[in-house]
């Protein structure tokens, strides 16, 4: 597994022992994503019959927008590079993508097979990792997912109660809709798919996987403090904002709601709500 100080890669790592799996974990300091020549000899040396796990990325939307060329080398070419070693191996080859694959100006959730047209650099070179894995390999599952929260890292829900912690109300974003997914969630998803996987199946191809239900960001992070207000004996009133009262560099889609139909009818595991699963990580942070 490329990746292990994410949110996704140190949910793998909480659960792959239970589930039996051998996970040989590799850090930004066993493998630079940049160097192709040092991702091809990781997955040369692993052993016959492994599954590749690329749950490394950049994430920072933001900054992506003036640092293309270090978020094309990461999200583009190295998992292009790893599908290339996986399909000489014959191994395969599991990778995370995103909902900023879409614009957003779709009403309902989006179907894997929807149009794509992303608007940031973020987006664009996930979605040209994408393109990359497809054309150099055959054995491949991509899940787009969306909203990563966990107890690990830094995402919204961490952020939210760290902030309503200290304040009385807090304005929150609601008109871009999406579905929150817990990263363990994510991870439980990569775990069914590596024991249901074979290289004769016939499910490879994309998925979407995400939390169910879909919620605006003002509405997750009401939901927060919902979960959290007997713990602090007061709820934070959220003040709901549009996005044009907070500018940022990346643009971001009005819903990027995912439907997940699609991996639960192949695979049989469906993510819980994400109100559900929220519950589970404010009761994880609790001290």
Same mark, same amino acid.
């Given at each position: 597994?490329?990746?292990?100080?994410?949110?996704?890669?140190?949910?793998?790592?909480?659960?792959?022992?239970?589930?039996? +799996?051998?996970?040989?974990?590799? #850090?930004?300091?066993? &493998? *630079?994503?940049?160097?192709?020549?040092?991702?091809? @000899? %990781?997955?040369?040396?692993?052993?016959?019959?492994?599954?590749?796990?690329?749950?490394?990325?950049?994430?920072?939307?933001?900054?992506?927008?003036?640092?293309?060329?270090?978020?094309?080398?990461?999200?583009?070419?190295?998992?292009?590079?790893?599908?290339?070693?996986?399909?000489?191996?014959?191994?395969?080859?599991?990778?995370?993508?995103?909902?900023?694959?879409?614009?957003?100006?779709?009403?309902?959730?989006?179907?894997?097979?929807?149009?794509?047209?992303?608007?940031?650099?973020?987006?664009?070179?996930?979605?040209?990792?994408?393109?990359?894995?497809?054309?150099?390999?055959?054995?491949?599952?991509?899940?787009?997912?969306?909203?990563?929260?966990?107890?690990?890292?830094?995402?919204?829900?961490?952020?939210?109660?760290? +902030?309503?912690?200290?304040?009385? #109300?807090?304005?929150? &974003? *609601?008109?871009?809709?999406?579905?929150?997914?817990? @990263? %363990?969630?994510?991870?439980?998803?990569?775990?069914?798919?590596?024991?249901?996987?074979?290289?004769?199946?016939?499910?490879?191809?994309?998925?979407?996987?995400?939390?169910?239900?879909?919620?605006?960001?003002?509405?997750?992070?009401?939901?927060?403090?919902?979960?959290?207000?007997?713990?602090?004996?007061?709820?934070?009133?959220?003040?709901?904002?549009?996005?044009?009262?907070?500018?940022?560099?990346?643009?971001?889609?009005?819903?990027?709601?995912?439907?997940?139909?699609?991996?639960?009818?192949?695979?049989?595991?469906?993510?819980?709500?994400?109100?559900?699963?929220?519950?589970?990580?404010?009761?994880?942070?609790?001290?």
């Amino acid at each position: 597994m490329f990746g292990t100080t994410g949110q996704v890669a140190r949910c793998v790592l909480d659960s792959a022992g239970n589930a039996g +799996l051998d996970v040989t974990a590799l #850090s930004r300091v066993n &493998v *630079d994503l940049a160097d192709q020549d040092a991702i091809r @000899a %990781a997955i040369m040396a692993a052993p016959e019959g492994s599954v590749v796990v690329n749950a490394a990325a950049y994430t920072a939307v933001d900054q992506a927008e003036s640092d293309e060329a270090s978020c094309r080398a990461i999200n583009a070419v190295a998992p292009t590079v790893m599908a290339e070693a996986c399909h000489k191996r014959g191994f395969i080859f599991l990778h995370i993508s995103t909902d900023y694959v879409f614009d957003g100006s779709k009403a309902t959730p989006y179907f894997e097979g929807d149009p794509t047209n992303p608007q940031g650099v973020y987006g664009t070179t996930k979605l040209e990792g994408e393109a990359g894995v497809r054309e150099v390999h055959d054995k491949w599952v991509i899940l787009r997912t969306a909203w990563v929260y966990s107890r690990y890292g830094k995402n919204f829900l961490k952020t939210m109660l760290r +902030l309503g912690a200290d304040r009385d #109300s807090l304005g929150v &974003v *609601d008109d871009q809709r999406g579905c929150p997914t817990h @990263a %363990a969630d994510i991870a439980t998803a990569l775990i069914t798919l590596v024991d249901q996987l074979r290289p004769d199946d016939v499910r490879f191809g994309l998925y979407h996987f995400c939390g169910r239900g879909g919620a605006s960001w003002a509405d997750f992070a009401d939901h927060i403090f919902a979960v959290q207000s007997d713990r602090w004996g007061r709820r934070p009133d959220v003040n709901r904002v549009t996005s044009a009262d907070y500018p940022t560099p990346a643009k971001r889609p009005a819903n990027s709601m995912l439907c997940s139909d699609r991996f639960s009818s192949a695979f049989g595991f469906t993510a819980p709500t994400w109100t559900e699963s929220v519950q589970t990580v404010v009761e994880q942070l609790a001290p």
